[in-house]
């Protein structure tokens, strides 16, 4: 694997002349290598360069030997977050290959631990999840007072996603990033629940209305219980398909599960 030293050669560097003992770029890749490797903190980060100083000697100068937690900290707050970002990104493109049909998970979640003192906000992420490479392939963090609708189409324009299948819960299932998905010429699988009551009551009527395409049924066995899982797939009818084709085949899925005790079928 190429070294990423060179996907990040043209972020700016925040210290002024006098303060850069260490190279920009070697602390950015010894704190990715440590994070590799498990390190959790700044802390962790410097033990980790310490431990592997021989190693890292062979491809990084190290002018000031391994920055200390401290270093590692102060940086990183003074970087740009998007530039980061758009230099990462670039990074994981170079090295998660995508394949056709990959299917790329975006879901969002909270952090712990990052509620600030009197306050109730915390901090919430949508990220992307390349399922075959098991990699996030980028992040964005939802501004104060909005939602994943707004922060999705950012992470979507950031990302190549020619030939692969996106994904997304009910929150996702929106015009405007159904669109956003076919122009990054991708296909999508968006559920659909009660905040899109009139689709999802065309859809309900659809599967009762009409034969499915495919059935498949999975029985899973474990903690006391059978469960039975179907899911039945169509293609989408008019008018019903126009509301999220965008101008490619749609197709609508219904999953459905049933908890039946031990022994029954």
Known sequence: ME????????????????????VLEEILLIAIAAILSGANGWNEIENYGKAKRNWLRSFLRLPSGIPSHDTFNRVFAALDPEALEKCFVAWVASIA????????????????????????????????????????????????????????????????L???????????????????????RADYILAVKENQPSLLA?????????????????IDCGHGRV???????????????????MGVPTRFGAHQGRTVPQGQR
């Open 202 to 218: 065309d859809v309900k009527d659809s599967f009762q209305m009409l034969p499915a395409d495919t059935i498949a049924e999975e």
């Open 97 to 160: 290959k995508l394949t056709a049909g990959e299917v790329v998970a975006i879901d969002g979640k909270s952090l712990r631990v990052t509620r600030k003192h009197g306050s109730k906000s915390i901090v919430h992420l949508v990220s992307a999840w390349a399922n075959s490479n098991n990699l996030v392939l980028g992040q964005r963090k939802i501004d104060d007072k909005s939602n994943e609708i707004t922060a999705i189409p950012k992470l979507l324009d950031a990302l190549e």
């Open 162 to 184: 020619t030939g692969t299948v996106v994904t997304i819960d009910a929150m996702g299932c929106q015009r405007s990033i159904a669109e956003k998905i076919i122009d990054r």
């Open 227 to 245: 469960e039975r899982r179907s899911c039945a797939v169509l293609h989408a009818p008019e008018p019903v398909g126009e509301t999220l084709r």
């Open 3 to 22: 070294s990423p030293l060179k996907y990040f050669a043209e972020l700016q560097d925040p210290r002024v002349e006098r303060t850069r003992e260490h």
